[in-house]
């Protein structure tokens, strides 16, 4: 049984969230999906995100590709989430290209290419604009 993990923020949910997680299903026998928690969205970029942890956790949570999610709390407790949940394989899109190799004693790491063209942030301002 292998099990990959993958993480984000997964804020205003669209089509490159879906195409990620599809993906990453495809590389084990089963997903398991760390959602940013409000407070670290918040640490990382100053704002809260538009919606709520709850709700970012149900959506991903009804994914027919995901098999289980947890709130992350913490981007250095990687490693301790990677051994919770006996990840094999850690995928994440490729603006984080590099930046979790450190967990490769515990696990592969896959970066997977964006979705081009397509973002929380994008849409938030396209929306603010109409
Ligand atoms: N993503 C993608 N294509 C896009 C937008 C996002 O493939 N057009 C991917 C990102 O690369 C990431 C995942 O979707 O792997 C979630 O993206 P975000 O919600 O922006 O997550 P982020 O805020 O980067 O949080 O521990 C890591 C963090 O929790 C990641």
């Not at 709700?55 to 009804?62: A, H, L, M, T």
């Not at 027919?64 to 981007?75: I, M």
């Not at 990840?87 to 450190?102: E, N, P, S, T, Y």
């Given at each position: 049984?292998k099990?990959?993990?993958?993480f984000?923020?997964?804020?205003v949910?669209?089509?490159?969230h ?12 089963q997903?398991?999906?760390?959602v940013s ?45 990677i ?23 515990a696990c592969?790491v ?5 979705t081009p ?7 938030i ?5 109409r």
């Open positions: 049984m099990t990959v993990i993958t984000g923020t997964f804020d949910f669209h089509i490159g879906l195409n990620i997680l599809e993906r990453a299903a495809t590389y084990g026998d997903l398991i999906v760390g928690s409000d407070e670290l969205n918040y640490s990382k970029k100053n704002r809260y995100p538009i919606y709520s942890e709850r709700d970012r956790v149900k959506i991903i949570s009804g994914l027919k590709c995901v098999t289980s999610v947890f709130v992350e709390e913490s981007l250095e407790l990687k490693l301790e989430y051994k919770k949940y006996h990840a094999d394989i850690l995928i994440m899109g490729d603006d984080w290209q590099g930046r979790f190799d450190w967990v490769k004693p592969e896959i970066y997977l290419p964006r063209s397509i973002s929380t942030t994008e849409i301002e396209i929306a603010k604009n």
